[in-house]
């Protein structure tokens, strides 16, 4: 999965004039109306989340609010895993609320987790779909992006019935965004600054 490096600060716009990469269907292999697209970049300071999917009418969470359960309504997650298993789940609501949590395996909770330091965290809500444009303070979290990291881009869009949407899904399995074969590895692509 591309993660573009950039030697000095980027900005919201910079980020969202990167490049993206997308998954045009969802677990089940249903065609989404909208993709689910991201980006993600790192400067010296921070880690950025650029993430369009399809929803966004779903979600009572209070902007920005740090609120955990946000995968029960419309949702973008991400996953960063380090090479000795240790993981970092990220989720946004389209209000703004986030939610983080690190785990020592899989599925197994740290005990006393750090919550990350947002810098920046932007929503828009259209007709077609939600975005969000998210920064973290690279020193506040517990699992890095490092060439040898893997990565993982998920989210919920509720409509009768929840939408699985993954940057890898996989065929055959249950819905699990925490599987090991969802996970993909790093390349970092340097920003033309």
């Known amino acids: 999965m591309n993660v573009y490096e950039s030697l000095k600060a980027l900005s919201p716009d910079r980020v969202l004039a990167l490049p993206r990469q997308s998954q045009e269907s969802d677990w089940s292999n249903m065609v989404l109306p909208t993709p ?9 300071d921070a880690l950025w989340f ?8 779903r979600s009572t969470a209070p902007p920005k609010e740090f609120v955990e359960g946000l995968w029960e309504e419309d949702v973008a997650e991400f996953f960063i895993k380090s090479p000795n298993g240790v993981y970092q789940e990220v989720n946004i609501a389209p209000s703004g609320a986030w939610w983080s949590m690190t785990l020592d395996g899989y599925r197994v909770r740290r005990e006393s987790p750090v919550k990350p330091e947002v810098l ?4 828009s809500v259209g007709d077609r779909g939600w975005s969000v444009v998210a920064a973290f303070s690279r020193v506040s979290m517990e699992v890095g992006v490092t060439p040898h990291s893997l990565l993982h881009v998920s989210g919920m869009w509720y409509q009768e019935a929840p939408n699985y949407l993954s940057s890898r899904p996989l065929q055959g399995v249950a819905p699990d965004y925490h599987h090991e074969g969802c996970f993909e590895p790093v390349a970092i692509i340097p920003c033309s600054d």
Not at 36 to 44: E, G, H, N, Q, S
Not at 120 to 123: A, E, G, Y
């Open 50 to 57: 650029m993430c369009a999917l399809p929803g966004g009418g």
């Open 120 to 123: 920046h965290l932007c929503t």
């Open 36 to 44: 689910l697209t991201w980006t993600f970049a790192v400067d010296p």
